[in-house]
């Protein structure tokens, strides 16, 4: 079993940028793919991006392709998301969630994704 929390959420204007890190946590070692999605209020939960356990590949969503990066420190377990350019809709709450079955590949459904963080609010102001 994963245990992933989120940090670095926040209000930020429109231009701004913010940073999310995922820590992952487990009793017993086993690699994972990480992917990034977002929920605002009464949408469904899209996919951002994911990156597989030796960062070799990573996945973008088109809307965020060229202003988000992903990134991760297995030494630290934590994954990284850097979002530049942030836009209004942008706004949502963010989860990272880990793929264990995987770790090579970077899945970009929901339901691939076995463990899940509680979500960070990221608000971006216009």
């Known amino acids: 079993q994963v245990q992933l929390v989120e940090s670095g959420g926040g209000l930020v204007q429109a231009g701004g940028s913010l940073r999310l890190s995922c820590a992952a946590s487990?009793?017993?070692?086993?690699?994972?793919?990480m992917g990034w999605f977002r929920q605002a209020p009464g949408k469904e939960r899209e996919f951002v991006g994911g990156?597989?356990?030796?960062?070799?590949?990573?996945d973008y969503a088109d809307s965020v392709k060229g202003r988000f990066t992903i990134s991760r420190d297995n030494a630290k377990n934590t994954v990284y998301l850097q979002m530049n350019s942030l836009k209004p809709e942008d706004t949502a709450v963010y989860y990272c969630?880990?793929?264990?079955?995987?770790?090579?590949?970077?899945?970009?459904?929901?339901?691939?994704?076995?463990?899940w963080g509680q979500g960070t609010q990221v608000t971006v102001s216009s």
């Open positions: 487990a009793r017993t070692f086993s690699p994972y793919t």
């Open positions: 969630a880990a793929d264990t079955l995987r770790p090579w590949a970077v899945a970009t459904l929901s339901h691939e994704y076995r463990y």
């Open positions: 990156i597989n356990w030796s960062s070799s590949r990573t």
